[in-house]
C-alpha cells in the first residue's frame, strides 16, 4: 500500500511562537499563510504541519499521490483502494470516502493508542 508524503500535523497554541520554534530547529515555510491560521513547514525530507484552531490533538498525515515536495507521482494508491484494503484487513475508520467519486477525498482512522491517522488525497 502506497501512502504517499508523510507529515505530521500538530495543534499548535501560537502559531508565529511554533513557526519561531521550528525555524530555530532548520525548517522553513513549504506552504500555507498565517492569515489561514496554517503553516507548513520543511527540513530536508522532514514535514511539519502547524495549525492553530482547526482541530484538537495531533494528526499523522499521508498525501497519496504526492511527493515530500507536494509534487504529484505518476503512478500512486487511489484513496479508496486504501480505504477498500484497510477495510478487508477489519480496520475500523472513522471517516470513509465516497467509493463512487474520483480525485480529491480522504478518509480518518486511530490507532491502537488513540493517535488519528489522517489519508487525505488531493488529486
Known sequence: MK???FSVSLNVK???VSKQ???NLGF??????ME???LIMKNGNALIGIFQGMFEGNILTFNPGWDENAQNLESFDDVREIQKSLKQSGVE???EADENTSGPASITLSDPD???IL???HR
Open 3 to 5: 501512502l504517499g508524503a
Open 14 to 16: 501560537d502559531l508565529r
Open 93 to 95: 475508520l472513522s471517516t
Open 36 to 38: 489561514h491560521n496554517y
Open 114 to 116: 488513540g493517535n488519528i
Open 28 to 33: 522553513k515555510v513549504f506552504g500555507g499563510s
Open 119 to 121: 489519508i487525505d488525497q
Open 21 to 23: 520554534f521550528y525555524e
